[in-house]
């Protein structure tokens, strides 16, 4: 038990036991040992850390912009300075490759950066009145307490997406992180702890599960503003707790990400993009290709190749020399993606490579890249989310018929098309009814975009100026002059 860390809770910027006394231990997906527990929270934590946010965020607001900015860059350079036990910590809590694990904090680092530089940018609007002598103000204002409830799959990067947003524009927050995951976030925070001034209050953690911590920051008269990222079944729970009260929800769920290979597409990028897409991190990513339709021309064509670079994709421990992808998340995980490939096989659905766990490794999580074809567009593995190394391919006659198939969904977050035709690329992006649509080129957003879903994959983003903006409430102020 000596290895085993023992996390708290950090509330009002002390580190606290759960008033609960309960743990929750965290898994090791490659070694399936325990590597850490955390505190079990419930309803009373949630409020300490809630009044403790309430109470910090007026004097946090009022600090000009610019220090609020300096905050992040310091919370930045915090990150840097320990960028590569962080990653290594990432990797072995969540069965991420070393390579891919690094790129996730390099690339919150640069989250908070970003974010610092908009700190003297939160502007308003000066208005024109229709009354002699007065002016109106429209100020752009925080909205006080925010919640930021994490997903296990991006967990460090998400944390920035609610952290960096919330603290640039005067909020103050309440973070829960994934039961799954939150080893690399609670480090993060005893390094912001031990090495920065950061103001009491105004950084809040409490672990826990989602149905009573989670919900009960949810509930919360104290919560201004709840950014989840998470499932949509997470997100319709969310959405009826802060019914109560009227309460902001910005919600970034699922996805079933389709990809178009249209018939000129340059077939060699397409297929490598779309297999390591779907492989990248054993398929637990919301916004990657987890579908794809490709032109009947090539079709037998991509198959072959999709199934060489899956035969020779290398999976392996975190650490592996040039492994793609390790074990997946949990055990729960696993089976559902292996029961969702069952179920697919028993639709009809051809196994052209992979389709079952992998037997070389003693302990993990370990599943094969997956390769499904005769799958049908109203199947399970077409409509629901997997989120593991499968990918179902269809055929298509026109590239009209391959638009109503990727728009055929509940889920609207990301898509892509690889074609070498200006036409079908503009026609094919305008039709495409997801937040984003990427051409010839994997699916990943960037910083300064927005991530935004349609349809049941959320509501309102995250990154850039819009982003940021989900953390703003507005104020209009008419100022008459006598
Ligand atoms: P999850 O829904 O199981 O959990 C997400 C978080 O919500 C966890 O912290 C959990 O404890 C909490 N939660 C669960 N029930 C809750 C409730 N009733 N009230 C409040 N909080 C609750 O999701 P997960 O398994 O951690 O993550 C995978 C999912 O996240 C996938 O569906 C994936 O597509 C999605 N995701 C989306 C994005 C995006 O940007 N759209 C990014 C990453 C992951």
Known sequence: MANIKAYKQYINGEWVESLSNERIEIINPVTEEVISTIPKGDVEDAQ??????????????????????????????VIKNHRVELAETLAKEQAKVIGLAQVEIDATTAYFEYYAGWARRIEGEIIQSDRPGETMYLHKCAIGVAVGILPWNFPFFV????????????????????SEAPNTVLDWMEFVHNEMDLPKGVLNFVSGAGSRVGQALSESPITGIISLTGSVGAGQKVMEAAAKNITKVSLELGGKAPAIVAKDA????????VVDSRLIFSGQVCNCAERVYVAEEIYDEFVLRAKKIMSEYVVGDVNAEGAGMSAMVSQDQI?????????????????????????????????????LTNVKQDSEVIQEEVFGPVLPVMKFKTIEEAVKMANDSEFGLTSSVYTESF?????????????EVYINREHFEAIQGFHAGWRKSGIGG?????????????????????
């Open 423 to 435: 036409n079908t690329a503009m026609y094919v992006q305008k039709k495409l009814k997801f937040g």
């Open 266 to 273: 340059d077939l060699d990028m397409a297929v490598q993009a």
């Open 462 to 482: 995250a990154d850039g100026k819009h982003g940021m903006e989900e953390y703003l409430q507005t104020k209009v102020v008419y100022a008459q002059m006598r």
């Open 159 to 178: 944390m920035a997406r609610k952290v960096a947003g919330a603290l640039v524009t005067g909020n103050s927050i309440v973070v829960k992180p994934s």
């Open 335 to 371: 089976d559902k993606v292996d029961g969702m490939v069952r179920r697919a096989v028993d639709a009809g659905a051809k196994i052209e490579y992979g389709g079952e766990r992998m037997k070389e490794f003693a302990k993990g999580f370990f599943y094969m890249p997956t390769l």
């Open 48 to 77: 300490k850390a809630l009044i403790a946010a309430r109470d910090s965020q007026d004097a946090w607001e009022d600090l000009v912009a610019a220090q609020r900015g300096d905050y992040l860059m310091q919370i930045a350079a």
